[in-house]
């Protein structure tokens, strides 16, 4: 049975695709749902305050949720949104083990090539870590 659904969220062209996705299992399954944004500190490290990363990061997130809650108001479904900083990849599993997460849904490709050449892709990892079931949507 599926009662809690996260959906990885990065502004996306994909991200958008598995938020339409995730929201219509969630309307199916009667489930909670959970939606996660993830910014990367900067790097290479620089003395910088987390708490700052974490207010900006929820700023710009907040503008791209008000978007998100329309539709979901639409599908009748009222979800949680997060904000984290650090790896997305270690984030998603980690915040999924946390909450006890039954599926996560997130897109096949975010952020640029260049990011993901360099880092790999953050569907993968959450693929090769994740403790519960994981859609990657197309």
């Excluded at 978007?67 to 009748?76: N, Q, R, S, T």
């Excluded at 990849?89 to 897109?107: K, L, P, S, T």
């Excluded at 892709?121 to 079931?133: E, G, Q």
């Amino acid at each position: 049975m599926i009662n809690t659904v996260l959906i990885a969220y990065d502004g996306s062209q994909q991200a958008e695709r598995a938020y339409d996705f995730g929201l219509d299992m969630v309307s199916r399954y009667g489930a909670q749902v959970i939606v996660l944004s993830v910014a990367r500190p900067p790097e290479p490290p620089v003395n910088v305050e987390l708490q700052a990363v974490l207010e900006s990061a929820t700023e710009h997130y907040q503008e791209l949720f008000a978007k998100l809650k329309a539709k979901a108001a639409a599908c009748k479904v009222d979800p949680r949104f997060e904000v984290r900083v650090g790896h997305p990849a270690e984030q998603i599993v980690h915040f999924a083990e946390e909450w006890g997460v039954d599926v996560i849904v997130m897109g096949h490709r975010g952020g640029s090539f260049l990011q993901r050449w360099l880092l790999g892709s953050v569907a993968k990892r959450v693929l090769s870590h994740a403790h519960c079931t994981v859609v990657v949507v197309r």
